[in-house]
């Protein structure tokens, strides 16, 4: 349902089903955005500037940084590595996230990871990030993403938390609250030099266009 006239009109000429590969630029109309998530949000790499194993932090490669090139959109990145969509929640919930005209929601890999898939924890608090954004931007708009495709997160504990934010944002019936089903069209996980566990440069650069074209107003 929230697909563009012109991205409809893609499809229906043969442009294909998948709205990460429309290259419209709709999203451009909004001047100032928030990204919630974990390290797939910070800019979290697995090697550090050594080259050795050790998960370090870049945020001038994460992709709220390349929305904000690509888009000259004003994105603040609130991601926290490691977090649950419930540790997101308790450490933010006390924030001022005010005067934002949308919201990127991508969360789940951990509660994958520490639930076992998705669970009412979960649930409970995705829609208490859901409604902080909502109530504190009146008609600003939030887009909830799946898990997004990468070399570690798959099997069934990331598709159930996958499925379990899909009916999420169908049981809510809110215009404002749109999925992106990134689990589906994203194209993270097409190149094997988009990830390593977490993003890379390149992965988080992919990632970053695909919100582009996915995101229709």
Same mark, same amino acid.
């Given at each position: 349902?929230?697909?563009?006239?012109?991205?409809?009109?893609?499809?229906?000429? #043969?442009?294909?089903? *998948?709205?990460?590969?429309?290259?419209?630029?709709?999203? *451009?109309?909004?001047?100032?955005?928030?990204?919630?998530?974990?390290?797939?949000?910070?800019?979290?790499?697995?090697?550090?500037?050594?080259?050795?194993?050790?998960?370090?932090? %870049?945020?001038?490669?994460?992709?709220?940084?390349?929305?904000?090139?690509?888009?000259? @959109?004003?994105?603040?990145?609130?991601?926290?590595? &490691?977090?649950?969509?419930?540790?997101?929640?308790?450490?933010?919930?006390?924030?001022?996230?005010?005067?934002?005209?949308?919201?990127? @929601?991508?969360? &789940?890999?951990?509660?994958?990871?520490?639930?076992?898939?998705?669970?009412?924890?979960?649930?409970?608090?995705?829609?208490? @990030?859901?409604?902080?954004?909502?109530?504190?931007?009146?008609?600003?708009?939030?887009?909830?993403?799946? @898990?997004?495709?990468?070399?570690?997160?798959?099997?069934?504990?990331?598709?159930?938390?996958?499925?379990? %934010?899909?009916?999420?944002?169908?049981?809510?019936?809110?215009?404002?609250?749109?999925?992106?089903?990134?689990?589906?069209? #994203?194209?993270?996980?097409?190149?094997?030099?988009?990830?390593?566990?977490?993003?890379?440069?390149?992965?988080?650069?992919?990632?970053?266009?695909?919100?582009?074209?996915?995101?229709?107003?």
């Amino acid at each position: 349902d929230n697909l563009s006239s012109s991205l409809q009109n893609v499809i229906d000429n #043969g442009g294909g089903s *998948s709205p990460t590969t429309y290259g419209g630029k709709q999203i *451009s109309v909004f001047n100032k955005g928030i990204a919630i998530g974990d390290s797939l949000t910070a800019g979290v790499f697995n090697h550090n500037a050594g080259g050795s194993m050790e998960d370090t932090t %870049i945020s001038g490669y994460s992709y709220p940084t390349k929305l904000k090139q690509l888009t000259g @959109i004003d994105f603040v990145n609130l991601g926290n590595g &490691g977090y649950t969509s419930d540790q997101w929640y308790t450490a933010h919930s006390s924030d001022d996230l005010s005067g934002n005209q949308f919201a990127i @929601i991508q969360l &789940g890999v951990n509660d994958a990871i520490q639930y076992g898939g998705w669970t009412a924890t979960s649930e409970n608090a995705f829609t208490d @990030i859901i409604t902080k954004v909502l109530t504190e931007n009146p008609g600003c708009f939030v887009f909830v993403s799946t @898990i997004i495709p990468a070399t570690a997160y798959t099997g069934t504990a990331y598709t159930a938390v996958s499925q379990g %934010i899909r009916d999420l944002v169908d049981d809510l019936n809110n215009d404002h609250v749109i999925l992106l089903d990134m689990a589906a069209y #994203g194209n993270t996980g097409d190149e094997i030099g988009y990830n390593n566990g977490h993003l890379s440069a390149l992965g988080y650069d992919r990632l970053a266009q695909d919100y582009i074209s996915y995101i229709q107003i």
